[in-house]
């Protein structure tokens, strides 16, 4: 019964492999060629334990023998290479050439069986109800093989002891459990060889190694970041990547990251990344870990003089989220060009502000020219315009107290003062017979001298419009139009009454009336300040806005210095 149950096991075992190599196949669609031949190497082994216990004649169990060779030879070596490839290590070449020469050479020595004894002297197949093995005696260089199990046992605890030196850049996790899969091989030759049952159990060891790394394979393809991001690398310059696991443990880096940014050479795989103030901490762990990244956007860093690109991309296996790469594109030579260009463009701009001061100094300038000009014509208002200019700029100041209240910015109040001095420039339309007559003016006259209101906000529109913003041209010619409407309606050249006056005409109104009043015209002798002042609280409600009157009325003192002072 129990020779029967291990033959059965025998074909368990060989079906059971071929499953997993029928997984590997439709699972790992890219799947390492390495891995493959692991898994081939075992059905192989498999195959040939089962046709040896299931053997009815010699010739077929020799047959079987040089399977289980086939897979006892060549699976040891390809499992240490997958093994060290697993944990990022690299199985050395000199290794894999003498180790591939040693497998052979066993391989061919055990095609000698009959015909020479240096390897074997006698086979003999021995039946036990229904159970098939062979009793062996073995020749003087079957000595190769355990040396050859022994060599690779030397392989397995270089491994688990590079590993554990260099755990701060390989998995001590991976390290460990991969590395009991190749002693889980050793162990069974070694029971073999110690209880002689005439059975083999290094087919069922095998496959227990197959079940691991199938279930490990996820966790591999993280750590041997070869297959996952060659798509990535594809015609690039430099790059550098960091790999994070599905936790966002850290996992791995490359030598460009490690030549960037040295600190990472502290960071321990599967631990999280210590907290830290360095700009690959601040700038990319943080936008990694604050999933920034979620929405498609990268990030652009900068460590000493040099501009990275930062990108973070899932790791998908077939439907399984298996980790993420950050990814590295050194984008400095761009970066410098688009900084070139932005600080061309901002000299430019500098220029070009300052091209345009001239300019509006330049138009400025002629504004108070063709003022002067107005002046020089009327011989009433000599010095009118630099007086009403200053009344509005202390009228202003005041103002600027009760803004909140009023609804007035300082701005307004400014351009209202800028404002000033073009309320008059319409009396350059003024026929000189009207504008420099000495006396009063007739009816007709009268109606002549008004036209300079909407002369003047023709003038101050063509002069201002596409040169100064449409704000301060709407109070420039506000100014020029309106400023001789009165509260009460009874003003010009519109009658518009009450708060229909545009704000900053009944400001100049106010101005322009207080300079009328405490300076001498041909026609009358200067007020005093005290009678200028009297006169305009009598005309607050009804040429004056009440409201602004009374805070104009405050302004007495400062006003009284500005004209002693003129």
């Given at each position: 019964?129990?020779?029967?149950?291990?033959?059965?096991m025998?074909?368990?075992?060989?079906?059971?492999?071929?499953l997993?190599?029928?997984?590997?196949?439709?699972?790992?669609?890219?799947?390492?060629?390495?891995?493959?031949?692991l898994?081939?190497?075992?059905?192989v082994?498999?195959l040939?334990?089962?046709?040896l216990?299931?053997s009815q004649?010699?010739?077929?169990?020799?047959?079987?023998?040089?399977?289980?060779?086939v897979?006892g030879?060549y699976?040891p070596l390809?499992l240490?290479?997958?093994?060290?490839?697993?944990?990022?290590?690299?199985?050395?070449?000199?290794a894999?050439?003498i180790?591939?020469?040693?497998?052979?050479?066993?391989?061919?020595?055990?095609?000698?069986?009959?015909?020479?004894?240096?390897?074997?002297k006698?086979v003999?197949?021995?039946?036990?109800?229904?159970?098939s093995y062979?009793e062996?005696?073995?020749g003087?260089?079957?000595?190769l093989?355990?040396?050859?199990?022994?060599?690779y046992?030397?392989?397995?605890?270089i491994?688990?002891?590079?590993?554990?030196?260099?755990?701060n850049?390989?998995?001590?996790?991976?390290?460990?459990g991969?590395?009991?899969?190749?002693?889980?091989?050793?162990s069974?030759?070694?029971?073999?060889q110690?209880?002689?049952?005439?059975?083999?159990?290094?087919?069922?060891?095998?496959?227990?190694v197959?079940?691991?790394?199938?279930?490990?394979?996820?966790?591999?393809?993280?750590?041997?970041?070869?297959?996952?991001?060659?798509?990535?690398?594809?015609?690039?310059?430099?790059?550098?990547?960091?790999?994070?696991?599905?936790?966002?443990?850290?996992?791995?880096?490359?030598?460009?990251?490690?030549?960037?940014?040295?600190?990472?050479?502290?960071?321990?795989?599967?631990r999280?990344?210590?907290v830290?103030?360095?700009?690959?901490?601040?700038?990319v762990?943080?936008?990694?870990?604050?999933?920034?990244w979620e929405n498609?956007?990268?990030?652009?860093?900068?460590?000493n003089?040099k501009?990275?690109?930062?990108?973070v991309?899932?790791?998908?296996?077939?439907?399984?989220?298996?980790?993420?790469?950050?990814?590295?594109?050194?984008?400095?030579l761009?970066?410098?060009?688009?900084?070139?260009?932005?600080n061309?463009?901002a000299?430019?701009?500098?220029?070009?502000?300052?091209?345009?001061?001239?300019i509006?100094?330049?138009?400025?300038m002629?504004?108070?020219?063709m003022?002067d000009?107005?002046?020089?014509?009327?011989?009433?208002?000599g010095?009118?315009?630099?007086?009403?200019?200053?009344?509005?700029?202390?009228?202003?100041?005041?103002?600027?107290?009760y803004?909140?209240?009023?609804?007035?910015?300082?701005?307004?109040?400014r351009?209202?003062?800028?404002?000033a001095?073009?309320?008059?420039?319409?009396?350059?339309?003024?026929d000189?017979?009207?504008?420099?007559?000495?006396?009063?003016f007739?009816?007709?006259?009268y109606?002549?001298?008004?036209r300079?209101?909407?002369?003047?906000?023709?003038?101050?529109?063509?002069?201002?419009?596409?040169?100064?913003?449409?704000?301060?041209?709407?109070?420039?010619?506000?100014?020029?139009?309106?400023?001789?409407e009165?509260?009460?309606?009874?003003?010009?050249?519109?009658?518009?009454?009450?708060?229909?006056?545009?704000?900053?005409a009944?400001?100049?109104?106010?101005?322009?009336?207080?300079d009328?009043?405490?300076?001498?015209?041909?026609y009358k002798?200067a007020?005093s300040?005290?009678?200028?002042?009297?006169?305009?609280?009598?005309?607050?409600?009804?040429?004056?806005?009440?409201?602004?009157?009374?805070?104009f009325l405050?302004?007495?003192?400062?006003?009284?210095?500005?004209?002693?002072?003129a």
């Open positions: 019964m129990i020779l029967m149950a291990i033959t059965i025998d074909m368990l075992t060989f079906i059971l492999s071929l997993m190599i029928g997984i590997i196949l439709t699972k790992y669609k890219k799947l390492d060629t390495l891995f493959f031949l898994g081939l190497s075992i059905v082994n498999c040939g334990r089962f046709m216990s299931t004649n010699l010739e077929t169990a020799i047959w079987a023998n040089l399977f289980l060779y897979g030879c699976a390809l240490s290479i997958v093994l060290f490839k697993v944990c990022n290590m690299k199985f050395p070449k000199i894999t050439v180790m591939t020469a040693y497998s052979t050479i066993i391989l061919l020595l055990v095609m000698t069986v009959g015909y020479s004894d240096i390897y074997y006698e003999h197949l021995v039946i036990d109800n229904g159970y062979l062996k005696v073995y003087p260089l079957h000595i093989y355990p040396i050859m199990m022994g060599l046992g030397v392989f397995l605890i491994f688990v002891v590079r590993g554990i030196i260099h755990r850049r390989i998995s001590i996790k991976t390290v460990i991969t590395g009991a899969t190749g002693f889980t091989i050793i069974a030759y070694i029971i073999e110690i209880i002689d049952l005439n059975i083999t159990l290094m087919s069922v060891g095998y496959l227990v197959m079940v691991f790394i199938i279930n490990f394979f996820d966790r591999i393809n993280v750590y041997d970041m070869t297959s996952n991001i060659v798509s990535f690398v594809e015609n690039r310059g430099e790059f550098g990547y960091i790999v994070f696991d599905k936790k966002n443990k850290f996992i791995s880096f490359n030598n460009y990251i490690a030549e960037t940014f040295p600190e990472v050479e502290n960071w321990v795989v599967d999280s990344v210590p830290s103030e360095s700009a690959l901490y601040c700038e762990v943080q936008f990694f870990l604050g999933r920034e498609g956007t990268s990030k652009i860093i900068n460590v003089d501009y990275f690109e930062i990108n991309r899932p790791i998908q296996h077939g439907k399984k989220h298996a980790g993420y790469v950050i990814e590295f594109t050194d984008r400095t761009e970066q410098k060009y688009y900084n070139s260009i932005e061309y463009n000299q430019l701009e500098k220029e070009v502000e300052a091209k345009t001061a001239d509006l100094h330049i138009k400025d002629m504004v108070l020219g003022a000009m107005v002046e020089s014509r009327d011989n009433n208002t010095g009118h315009i630099k007086r009403t200019s200053a009344v509005v700029r202390v009228f202003a100041e005041k103002l600027c107290s803004g909140i209240d009023l609804g007035l910015s300082e701005k307004f109040l351009q209202v003062e800028k404002a001095p073009m309320h008059d420039l319409g009396k350059i339309a003024i000189d017979r009207v504008l420099r007559k000495p006396g009063k007739t009816d007709e006259e109606a002549e001298m008004k300079h209101t909407t002369e003047g906000e023709k003038i101050v529109t063509s002069i201002l419009k596409g040169v100064e913003d449409d704000e301060f041209v709407e109070i420039a010619r506000n100014v020029a139009l309106y400023h001789h009165k509260w009460n309606g009874k003003g010009y050249p519109t009658g518009i009454a009450g708060k229909e006056i545009p704000i900053e009944r400001i100049m109104a106010l101005a322009d009336v207080f009328a009043l405490v300076s001498k015209r041909c002798d007020f300040f005290d009678k200028a002042f009297s006169i305009i609280e009598e005309d607050l409600g009804t040429h004056f806005d009440p409201e602004l009157g009374k805070i405050q302004c007495k003192q400062e006003l009284i210095k500005v004209f002693d002072n």
